[in-house]
């Protein structure tokens, strides 16, 4: 017999294996978008992976090649694998307003499939009609739904983005005048657009605008630590004259090349236009400097401003207005 005490303890082995993968990371998410949305007004849909073959290209939309495609449908009108979300979301819209609804605003994230039935994981959203309810602060008529004002929606969503014109328009519901490729860290990642009017009247829909996003290209939200000045910040606006023809994101392109450390936000808050200025606008970008070392003074202030006009003068031609 050997007494208890006698026995040599030892640690419980417990080997441990790091369980965060892509998997898993893509359900945060997919949940995180599911919460954001919702708070910005949209609901969610869940539509099938197939749709109307012959709806797909007559609204311009690739389809599956005819050899990788469905044997047995379940439903003649179902005849094909989607190669786009908007199609059945766009149906949905329709749907609603069929019965008295003024307005529809949803999401759907859900996998599509190319001509060789690969499959990839898209986010898209829609908003057709009334941009609110109806209620004293409209009068019981509010306004519809505007360009800017469901892009805020989506940048709420899924986070900051850039706009492009778009060059080449590859199907019908794509608006020439209203739409724009979606830039996520500078690749085209989706696109945005009021839905074309002639397709908006075969599903006898008002305005609506919609979004398909690349869901790989989105950002997996993960909190980040990071130290941040104790230093006031100090916001300076600057009015500049600029051609009408001139994309702000080359603007941006010059802005961030100076990589000033003391630049930590700018935005472009007003657009101005008149016969003075002809072929020329006057832009007023805020910017909001800080440093992390020291309250800055007016001559550090000038001098970064100084160095953006001088870039953008050198670079662009741009002026102070």
């Known amino acids: ?124 959203f829609v908003h057709s009609g009334a941009s609110s309810l109806e209620d004293v602060s ?52 989706g696109f945005i657009s009021k839905l074309h009017p002639s397709v908006a009247s075969d599903f006898d829909l008002s305005d609506t605008f919609f979004a398909q996003i690349d869901f790989d290209s989105l950002k997996d939200g993960l909190i980040k630590a990071s130290s941040y000045s104790k230093f006031q910040a100090s916001r300076k606006d600057l009015s500049i004259i600029a051609p009408k023809t001139l994309e702000f994101k080359e603007i941006k392109k010059v802005i961030n090349s100076l990589n000033n450390s003391l630049i930590k936000q700018y935005n472009l808050i007003d657009i101005y236009s008149d016969d003075k200025l002809g072929e020329n606008e006057s832009l007023t970008i805020r910017f909001t400097l800080q440093s992390d070392d020291k309250t800055l003074e007016d001559e550090d202030i000038n001098q970064v401003i100084s160095s953006i006009l001088d870039a953008l003068k050198e670079k662009l031609n741009i002026t102070l207005r």
Do not use: W
Request: glycine share 6%.
């Open 1 to 124: 017999m050997v007494g208890i005490d006698n026995i040599i303890s030892k640690p419980l082995a417990i080997d441990e294996v790091n369980r965060v993968n892509k998997t898993s990371l893509d359900l945060q998410k997919k949940n995180k978008l599911r919460y954001k949305a919702i708070e910005n007004g949209f609901f969610e849909t869940l539509t099938y992976v197939f749709s109307s073959k012959e709806n797909l290209e007559k609204y311009g939309f690739k389809t599956v090649k005819d050899e990788l495609d469905l044997i047995n449908p379940i439903v003649k009108e179902l005849n094909t694998y989607r190669t786009t979300l908007l199609l059945n979301i766009v149906e949905a819209c329709s749907n609603n307003f069929k019965i008295g609804a003024r307005s529809a605003s949803f999401f759907e994230i859900g996998t599509i499939f190319d001509e060789n039935r690969v499959e990839s994981k898209k986010i898209a």
């Open 138 to 189: 409209n009068a019981g008529k509010p306004k519809n739904i505007d360009f800017f004002s469901f892009s805020k929606k989506v940048l709420n969503t899924i986070g900051e983005f850039e706009l492009e014109p778009i060059t080449n328009i590859d199907n019908k519901f794509i608006h020439p005048y209203q739409g724009a490729n979606i830039l996520i860290d500078g690749k085209i990642s």
